[in-house]
């Protein structure tokens, strides 16, 4: 499998919400930086909490991949947005059903034998936040209609 | 092109060409605050998306997309103006032979100015971005696009609104 295959799996996993499909893209010792939540570490735990979360906060979710290229070191780029609406709190924010769209960016580092053995992820949690109603930094869980 | 992944933190000063040399040369020149030399490394018509760039008018929502002589030139210029040693640090540097190009990169600065709503409170700031980039076989940017995270950027300043 191409690593530009590899990541449309794991785009296609991730908006399944299928954890442990998702896992088995990855090596056992893989890593995952989601930096805008300031969370770094195995993807067996804090990446798997994470689609978690989302998935079952966004039992809706699409992931769309709008542009993706693989670099010469093996690592798969992708441009991503992530649409659905909201179900259940997500990342401390109550649920108000608002709907959901964000775009992110994604590198995954893919291994001769075809398996992911890092992921990192950008996007702007400003931006995820106005669309869930936050409107303080301070007041994370208190939204406005 | 054969570049792979270039992890130097600081000390970034790979003798590249091709895509990676116009991406490093883009930095150097952000660095120096030239955005006369930023402009001129891209083509006529490059498209320009600083995608968490969003600012909440009474009617509409206006984005930071359009082109790199226009939108583009006035926000690294009010960047520039509100942080006037702003700088920067590649951190890594990937491409494929298609021309595109993917940094993360280190900015920051101390602010002297407000900027949007964020007020100037003397703040330091050193936010994470991811850039992409695609770059012609003539050497020019073509398309800059990048991520990074406001609510960290605000935190560090002192900001606490998410409009």
Redo the contacts between chains.
């Keep these: 499998m191409s690593a530009r295959s590899l990541a449309e799996n794991f785009f296609g996993r991730l908006q399944a919400g299928e954890v442990g499909d998702v896992l088995g893209l990855m090596t056992p010792d893989a890593t995952v930086s989601l ?2 939540l ?1 969370r770094h570490g195995p993807m067996a735990t804090d990446g798997a909490a994470y689609v978690r979360e989302l998935a079952r906060s966004f039992p809706d979710l699409v992931v769309r991949v709008r ?1 993706l ?5 093996n ?1 798969a ?1 992708a ?1 991503i947005t992530i649409e659905g609406t909201q179900a259940d709190d997500f990342l401390a924010v109550v649920n108000q059903e608002k709907h959901v769209e964000l ?3 994604w ?1 995954l580092k893919v291994t001769p034998d075809d398996r992911i053995s890092a992921v ?1 992820a ?6 995820l ?2 669309r869930l109603g ?5 007041k994370i869980t208190i939204t406005a209609g | ?5 270039i992890r130097a933190g600081t000390e970034v000063t790979p003798h590249e060409s091709g895509a990676p040399a116009a991406v490093l040369a883009f930095f150097d020149a952000y660095r120096v605050h030239d955005v006369e030399r930023m402009v001129d490394l891209c083509t006529e018509g490059a498209d320009f998306r600083y ?2 760039f ?1 600012v909440r008018g009474r009617q509409r929502v206006l984005h930071g997309e359009g082109k790199v002589r226009t939108i583009g030139k006035v926000i690294w210029t009010a960047l520039i103006d509100a942080f006037p040693d702003l700088t920067n640090a590649v951190t890594s540097l ?5 021309g ?1 190009v ?1 940094a ?1 990169v280190s900015v920051g600065g101390i602010q002297a100015r407000p900027f949007g709503i964020i007020a100037s409170a003397g703040g330091h700031f050193e936010l ?3 850039f ?1 980039f695609h770059v012609t076989g003539d050497g020019l940017i073509d398309d800059i ?1 990048a ?6 950027w ?2 560090q300043l002192g ?5």
């Design positions: 930096v805008p300031n542009r290229f693989v670099s010469a070191d690592t780029v441009e775009d992110q960016a590198l990192t950008y996007w702007d949690q400003n931006q936040y106005r936050v409107k303080r930094l301070d | 092109m054969t570049t792979d992944v995608v968490p969003e990937r491409a494929d032979e298609q595109n993917v993360e994470p971005h991811l992409l696009v991520y990074w995270d406001n609510v960290d605000k935190r900001c606490v609104e998410v409009d």
